[in-house]
Nanobody, 125 residues
Framework: QVLLVEFGGGLVQAGGSLRLSCVCS????????MAWFRQAPGKEREFVAA????????NYADSVKGRFTISRDNTKNTMYLQMNSLNAEDTAVYYC??????????????????WGQGTQVTVSS
């Protein structure tokens, strides 16, 4: 198991940008498939973006495609989510997660084994 800790949430105006970080300890980040999810009040946790292990291929939810970018820095053992053109619908707690099994992109929460504690993103309109 690894430990994941998210940073970078906060309050931003609509149209603004934020970059979230997910620091991984207890494992090597490029060895795992990882993802960002988010959960708004009263809603289920939903998939945002994923990155495969090794090759670093990426996949995005339609709602964030073209605005968000997932990446990782293997030297820092950290995954990122660059969020641009934010709107009120992006307000949520954002979580990073790790998947230990190999396979194609997974967008279900059940496919991921370990999670960070979450970081709040609030977009004011």
């Amino acid at each position: 198991q690894v430990l994941l800790v998210e940073f970078g949430g906060g309050l931003v105006q609509a149209g603004g940008s934020l970059r979230l970080s997910c620091v991984c300890s207890g494992g090597t980040i490029y060895s795992y498939a990882m993802a960002w999810f988010r959960q708004a009040p009263g809603k289920e946790r939903e998939f945002v973006a994923a990155i495969t292990r090794s090759e670093g291929n990426t996949n995005y939810a339609d709602s964030v495609k073209g605005r968000f970018t997932i990446s990782r820095d293997n030297t820092k053992n950290t995954m990122y989510l660059q969020m641009n053109s934010l709107n009120a619908e992006d307000t949520a707690v954002y979580y990073c997660a790790v998947r230990y099994l190999a396979g194609p992109f997974e967008t279900s929460t059940a496919a991921y084994s370990d999670w960070g504690q979450g970081t709040q993103v609030t977009v004011s309109s």
